[in-house]
């Protein structure tokens, strides 16, 4: 059985469950017509030059679900945060786990939901903003979630609201008995003069099996409302991941996103992000810090639609061992976005001979009135720094690693919400070596 058929046996069995309005159901039926159409993407697209899915797609995977409740089994992936002060949901195979969640923010402050709910609670927003960003018409996996798009968060900030406690979302992939995939869909929307605060955790539990996360996140950003939104990934060498984050950002608005991605098999990140309105702030910040085979794929996009905004974009990777990845970063700049500022950089570590990366920012200015700059540097660390270490009597692999993380640390100090940027920093200390 070939993936596409795969998947359409899981299409059958799941239609009957879900209960959507109307629009949403034709939106679906259309997102999976689409699929069927459109080819899985292979070196021979562009956009996936160097990302191979043929050993991705050549399983055969069960529609994943959570047959019974194991606390014990998910509770260290859902305590790595301060979860007693934040609104926590968990997914297990993209299903909500009502049980393992909890939220404290009251119903006047904000509308959190699995999406599920949302369907039969909040259909006329659901109907106004879910499919409106994340356009599946020519990308298979967005067209698959869509399809599938039954589970997942559903967040609403009010207007004139400052969410103060953080969302925490934990998405747990388990293939315990079998290869299991998963669609994950996500909306956010943050009303105007309002903010909030979202961090979307992938982790996966350690088994013989694989797992396929396919996820999509549509963001929506108001008039003069703020996101902050981060993406950490912490799955095991048998789990991958394809993800589309899509952001639509209003007048005077503010998205500031943070990926990082620290394991996993197979990692491809999409981050598409159009500034519809005049001064915005827009800030894209990645760290891929990984070992072994691990392939991270960043692709990123940034539409300067309007005059007057700003995106600044800085993307690191180290990679050690056989670890490989890939960074895609587009500027556009349209006709009429004057006034517009953009800065882009790519910069890569490579701490073994078998590490590579393909690097490929990009520009493309239709407008004349503009301060843009975009580039990259890959290499290995630095001797100088390193020696300088060394002569001050500190052990070479301790000066490595020194220098390892403070190359890291230049994202790291971006991660404003402190529990999140001290998980993170706590992995990579211990993965290169540094003494807490």
Known sequence: MDFKENILTHFEALKTKIKSPEIIDEIRASALYKFTKLDVPTPKH?????????????????????????????????????????????????????????????????????????????????????SKYALYEQEAFVALNTAFANEGVFIHVPANTEVKTPIILHFIADASATDVICHPRNLIIVGKNSSVMVCEHFNSTDTPFSTLTNTVTEVYVAENAYCEHYKIQTEENNASHLGTTQAVVQRDGRFNN?????????????????????????????????????????HTAVDHAMPNSQSNELYKSLLSEKATGVFNGKIYVRQDAQKTNAYQSNKNILLSPAAHIDTKPQLEIWADDVKCSHGCTVGALDEEPLFYLRSRGIPQEQARAMLVFAFADDILERIKYQPVREYAEKIIAQRFGMEE
């Open 46 to 130: 562009e956009e996936w030059k160097y990302t191979n899915l043929k050993n991705l797609v050549n399983k055969t995977y069960e529609l994943g679900s959570r047959t019974r409740l194991e606390t014990d089994r998910y509770a260290t992936f859902i305590n790595q945060y301060d979860e007693e002060t934040a609104n926590i949901l968990v997914f297990v195979n993209g299903e909500y786990i009502e049980a393992l969640s909890h939220l404290i923010s009251p119903a006047s402050e904000l509308v959190i939901t699995n999406l599920a709910t949302a369907y039969q609670q909040h259909s006329s927003t659901i109907e106004q903003h879910f």
């Open 258 to 298: 943070t990926t990082v991605s620290l394991s996993g098999k197979l990692i491809r990140n999409n981050l598409n992000i159009k500034i519809n309105g005049e001064n915005c702030d827009i800030y894209m910040n990645g760290l891929c810090a990984t070992t072994g085979n691990t392939h991270v794929d960043n």
